[in-house]
C-alpha cells in the first residue's frame, strides 16, 4: 500500500523560507511524476510544481525562481524548498504520486485526478 506523509510545514513571516518534506513508501514504480500541490482556504487545489523519475522538473509561474522541488530516490523523499515565501504562499500544501508518467518539456497545469497518491497535507502560514 502506496502511502506518502509531508512535513515540514509552520509559519514564517513575509521574505522567510520553509523545506516541506514527502516521504514514501510502499511503492516501487520506475518511472512517475512527483508533485506538490496546495490549497488556500476557499481556493481550489492548484499544482505548485512537479519532476519526474529523471529529475526533470517544472513550476508554475507564480513560484518559479523562488521555490525549488527536489527529491532523494534512494530514500524515497520529496522536498520542496521554499525561499522569499509570500502571504498568498500561505495553503495547506500536498505532495502527490502520479505513476508510470514524466514531466512535459515546460509546465502544464497539473490535474489533480491524474495523481493517484496523496498526502494528508502540512500546512504552510506566511504573515505579511
Known amino acids: 500500500q502506496t502511502r506518502l506523509e509531508e512535513s515540514g510545514g509552520g509559519s514564517t513571516q513575509a521574505g522567510g523560507s520553509l523545506k516541506l518534506s514527502c516521504v514514501a513508501s510502499?511503492?516501487?514504480?520506475?518511472?512517475?511524476?512527483r508533485a506538490w500541490f496546495r490549497q488556500a482556504p476557499g481556493k481550489e487545489r492548484e499544482g505548485v510544481a512537479n519532476?519526474?523519475?529523471?529529475?526533470?522538473?517544472t513550476y508554475t509561474d507564480s513560484v518559479r525562481g523562488r521555490f525549488t522541488i527536489s527529491q532523494d530516490n534512494a530514500e524515497n523523499i520529496l522536498y520542496l524548498q521554499m525561499n522569499d515565501l509570500k502571504p498568498e504562499d500561505a495553503a495547506m500544501y500536498y505532495c502527490?504520486?502520479?505513476?508510470?508518467?514524466?514531466?512535459?518539456?515546460?509546465?502544464?497545469?497539473?490535474?489533480?485526478?491524474?495523481?493517484?497518491?496523496w498526502g494528508q497535507g502540512t500546512q504552510v502560514t506566511v504573515s505579511s
Open positions: 502527490a504520486i502520479r505513476p508510470g508518467w514524466w514531466v512535459p518539456p515546460t509546465w502544464e497545469p497539473l490535474k489533480i485526478s491524474d495523481y493517484e497518491y
Open positions: 510502499g511503492y516501487t514504480y520506475s518511472m512517475y511524476c
Open positions: 519532476i519526474d523519475s529523471g529529475g526533470h522538473a
